[in-house]
C-alpha cells in the first residue's frame, strides 16, 4: 500500500502522491518573501539617496574655494522629506496587490498539460501543453532557502527559442522537489496519441506537411540555381 502524506489546506499543498488532476497553490511564506524583498530594496534605495547626497556633498566641499557647501543641508531633508511621502504613499497598496496576487495563484498539472494561474487586476490563464515543454527544473533563492521553499521553472519550446528565462514558475512550494519529480513522471507516460490538444493522426498530418514544404523549398532552390546559370 503507497503511503499518502496528508499536508494542511493552508500550507498550499494537499495529498501527495497526486491524484489524476492535481491543484497547487503556494504557500503564505512566499507573501513573507515577497514582503522581505520589497523591504530590502525600499531599504536600498533609502541608503543609496543618503549615500549619493554624502557623496556629492564631498565633492562641493573639496572643490569649493569657500568653506560652506554647494549644497545647502535643506537639499538633503528634501530628498528624506520625499523619500519618506512617497514610501507612504506606496508601501500600503503595495502590500495589498501582493496579497492578492499570491492569493490569486493557483497551479494545475491536467493530463497533458500545466495551467498556470494569476493576476491581481487582470486574470490570466496559461496553458502549457506537455509536448511543447523541453525542461523542468528547480531554483532556490536566498529567500526561498530561508523559508524552506522552491521554485519548479517550466521551460517550452517557443520561449527557450527566444529568452533564458523559463515560460513559467510554478512558486513558492515547499515539496517543489516533488512537484518537480511528479511532473517529470507524468511527462515520461505522456503518449500525444490520447493528446486532448495534437491528436496522433494530426500529429502525422503536420509531419506530412513539414516535408511536402521542405520538398518545395529545395525545388525552389533547385530552381533559383539553374536561373543563375
Known amino acids: 500500500m503507497n503511503q499518502v502524506t496528508i499536508i494542511k489546506p493552508e500550507d498550499g499543498e494537499g495529498v501527495y502522491p497526486a491524484p489524476e488532476i492535481r491543484r497547487i497553490y503556494p504557500v503564505n511564506k512566499l507573501l513573507i518573501k515577497f514582503y522581505l524583498t520589497s523591504f530590502v530594496i525600499w531599504l536600498i534605495i533609502g541608503i543609496g539617496i ?8 564631498m565633492i562641493s566641499q573639496f572643490e569649493s574655494s569657500s568653506s560652506e557647501p554647494l549644497l545647502p543641508p535643506y537639499v538633503m531633508n528634501m530628498f528624506v522629506a520625499l523619500f519618506w511621502i512617497s514610501s507612504i ?21 491536467h493530463g497533458d498539460e500545466i495551467i498556470v494561474k494569476k493576476g491581481v487586476f487582470n486574470k490570466t490563464i496559461k496553458y502549457c501543453p506537455f509536448r511543447t515543454i523541453t525542461n523542468i527544473s528547480t ?55 490520447k493528446s486532448r490538444g495534437v491528436t496522433f493522426e494530426a500529429f502525422n ?25
Open 205 to 229: 498530418d503536420l509531419q506530412e506537411l513539414k516535408n511536402e514544404t521542405l520538398n518545395e523549398l529545395k525545388e525552389i532552390k533547385q530552381l533559383l540555381k539553374k536561373l543563375k546559370w
Open 139 to 193: 531554483t532556490a533563492g536566498p529567500f526561498d532557502r530561508l523559508f524552506g521553499i522552491g521554485c519548479v521553472n517550466i521551460e517550452t519550446a517557443g520561449k527557450s527559442a527566444t529568452s533564458n528565462s523559463p515560460e513559467e514558475k510554478l512558486e513558492g512550494l515547499p515539496l517543489f522537489h516533488e512537484i518537480r519529480d511528479y511532473i517529470l513522471n507524468q511527462l515520461r507516460t505522456y503518449d500525444p496519441s
Open 50 to 57: 543618503m549615500g549619493l547626497y554624502t557623496f556629492i556633498s
Open 89 to 109: 504613499v506606496i508601501i500600503p497598496p503595495l502590500i495589498i496587490i501582493l496579497y492578492i496576487y499570491v492569493n490569486s495563484m493557483e497551479f494545475i498539472v
